[in-house]
């Protein structure tokens, strides 16, 4: 079974940076990974995207985060991460990466990980 696993979460000032990964992993399976993206989720909040990135390496973020987080992913390690810079108090929420993982036979899942905690607080 796959799985995704993030980490790097935590309790940073206002203006402090994070970085965040999401290690897709399955028992010697063999799989790939198309899509992988962050969401986040505030108290009281729907879950929101937060940024994305597709084979070939394109990413996208959204609007509120846009020139203070960068995705990026390694490829080698299906290793997604998020630097997240100049944190804001409304960029606490619980974050989860998402992936789209292809299968041979030509299957494909969506899987998400348990989310990480990250607190921005003076």
């Known amino acids: 079974q796959v799985r995704l696993v993030e980490s790097g979460g935590g309790l940073v000032q206002p203006g402090g940076s994070l970085r965040l990964s999401c290690t897709a992993s399955?028992?010697?399976?063999?799989?790939?990974?198309?899509?992988m993206d962050w969401y986040r989720q505030a108290p009281g909040k729907q879950r929101e995207w937060v940024a994305g990135t597709r084979t070939g390496g394109s990413t996208k973020y959204a609007d509120s985060v846009k020139g203070r987080f960068t995705i990026s992913k390694d490829d080698a390690k299906n290793t997604l991460y998020l630097q997240m810079n100049n944190l804001k108090d409304e960029d606490t929420a619980v974050y989860s990466c998402n992936a789209e993982i292809g299968f041979p036979g030509g299957s494909a899942y969506d899987y998400w990980g348990q989310g990480t905690q990250v607190t921005v607080t003076s």
């Open positions: 399955g028992s010697g399976m063999n799989f790939n990974v198309y899509a």
